[in-house]
Structure formats: structure tokens, C-alpha cells
């Protein structure tokens, strides 16, 4: 199996965008990769594309589409999705062709313009659900998500105000990142006396609607030391699906999330990862899931996430803990579902890289980890970089 590094990455901004089409965005996206790895698309053997159904950019036969201006043209294409959990996915998704030897180089795409969708995207989450027992509800993932934090706030004794500070440490981080959206500086009476959408989530817990893309070059080890200097390699990658009836299960932890981390952790060769993990990417869409997502990565036991922010130890300057969401996450920077993820482990590369410019940690770090969910609460997708020692 080939060894696999990372060789350049980029984003677009995070916004709402009325004028750029997706084909625009993910060439934008992929241009900012190419040049970032000094490649053309000449160097690019095949591509991988992340993207949604259909009805989030308005458009049918959405993966075709997209397909000139991911870059593909000519070459072998294909698309995946899993939900939220995509982005993350995407790195695997690359990864695999690459480490099988079919390919030298992949150029990864994730591409999401939510502001398209027409409901707003919270209705077109409606037609995932049951369609006997849960549709008729009206379900959105703002309600379902309440229960969720709601569950997981009674099990542990955590206060909303406590999770409120993963709104305020990520919006803060936010304002370094170029890519971001909602960036700011917010107090935690301002994050938990927002509007009510579904309590106790709050308005200023909750990711926004956005358009955007994000795109990452992979390359075999042969085509990286051919470019030479030191890269970013692929340690280990991990997913797992569990049961989409998620009224069957405990919501207070994110089983699927331990799945996939132990998977990665296993081809990564990480035995504790507390001691081994020097930077994470969790999944933020509403600001619980940070806390509930790092328990689930092995960072931290059942309930006790929300005890190390308080003291700190998730904070991007700690030089003993472990910085969480460095790039600000989606909460900070923006959330286009499958983009978001993608961003996440493009966050990853950067900080290990030492390219992440006022966003890079103050600690050293050999070992990063990014991490996403989707669907209906049972995706996760968990990826792990590191650097030549």
C-alpha cells in the first residue's frame, strides 16, 4: 500500500454567494490547491468530489455539473457523500486511490451552495427521515438536535452556558481565518440570550447557511519526494455508519464517532491518543456537538469535555492541552456541509505544515485529527495527518 501526503490545499470564502455558480466555486477551490502545490492539472490523475443532493445548489445531476469546473474533465471522476460527515470522508475518498497504486495524484473537492436550496435547507432535511414515522412530524434537524443536547446536558449535569463558551472560543478563532463567515467576538450572555431556535439550542449555537468549496492534491510518496521538502502524509482514516433510527439509541455519546476513531487509530498505529493527537478538528455544527465529538475521538471520557474547556485545555494557545477547532470550525468559519469537513482536514494540513499564519497553535504538533458527522446522526468520518519525523 503507498504511502500518502498531502501536498497542497485551498478554500474559498464561506458566505452566501448569489452570483458565483458551484462550477465557479470549485474552481476557485481547486486553483487555490493547485498553487498551493505548485502542480497544474496536468499533475492531477484523477478527482474525487464531495457534494450534496441535488436540491441544496438547485441544479440536477448536480456531480455532472460540477464536473469541468472541479477539473475533471478527461479524467477519472467520481462522486461520494455521506451527509455532514463528507468533507472529513473526502481525505479517504482521495486516499484510497492513491494508496491502492491505481493512481500518483488526486485532487479532492468538496462543494456545498446551501443558499440555493429552495425550501430553506432545513426542509429539504425533512425528506431523510422516515417517511412513515417521522416526516409527518415536520422534522428538522434543529429540533432533533435539541433533544440530543438536551440529553446529553441532563446526563452529564453540563449548563447551557458552559457550551455556550465552545460558540464563543470558535467564533474568536474564526476572525484569523480568511475563509470565515460568522467570526466575532461574543460574550457567552450574548450566545445563550440569542434567539431561541429549538431550546436549548440558540441562534448563536448553530452553524449558518453557506456556499462554498474546498479542494486538497494527494500524491503517492514517489510523486512527493520528486517535489521534495518535507509534506504532510496520511496516518490514518476511519468511518462507520450506525443505525439511521436514531430514537433507538443514547444520544448523550457518539458511538458512530468512537467507531471511526478507533479504525484510524488502529492504521495510524496511536495507542493513546491524548498523548499522540496534538491537534483536532471536531465537528461543530451546533456548539454541544464540539464537546460531545471530542469524547467521542478518545480526547476525553463520557462528560468530561465541557470540564476541560472551562479550564482551557481546547484552547488554540494551550501549550499542554489540545487545541479544538483552531480554524474557528463551522460555527466560526461557515458550514457548507460537505466543504465544512473538508476544511476542517484542510486545517489540519496547515497547522502541521506550519502554514496556518495567526491561526497556527503555540504547541508543537507532529499528529493532527479531523472529524465529521452527517446523516441522521450516525455517520462519522475521522482522518489523521502527520509529519516526517
Known sequence: MNKVAVLGAGTTRFMRRSLETGREMCWEAAQAALDDAGMTLDDIDCVVLGTAPDAFDGVHMKGEYLLDGAGAKGKPYTRVYVGGGTGVFMVPAGW??????AFRTCLVLAEEKMSSTQPHPQGAFNAIYDPFTERPLGVNLLWIFSLEMNRYMQTYGIPVETIAKVAVKNKKNAKDHPASQVAGDFSVDEIVNSEVMAYPVMRLMVSPVTDGAAAMVLANEDFAKKKGGKHVWVDGVGWNL????????DLAYPQYVENAAKMAFKMAGIKDPRKEIHVVEPYDPFAYKELHHLEGLQLADKGEAPKRLEEGFWDRDTTTGIPASPSGGLL??????????????????LQLAGKAGARQIKRSAQRGMAQAWGDLMQVGTVMIMGVEK
Open 242 to 249: 450506525d443505525t439511521s433510527y436514531w430514537t433507538n439509541r
Open 332 to 349: 466560526g468559519v461557515g458550514n457548507p456541509i460537505a466543504a465544512a469537513g473538508l476544511m476542517k482536514a484542510i486545517e489540519i494540513y
Open 96 to 101: 484510497w486511490h492513491v494508496a491502492s497504486g
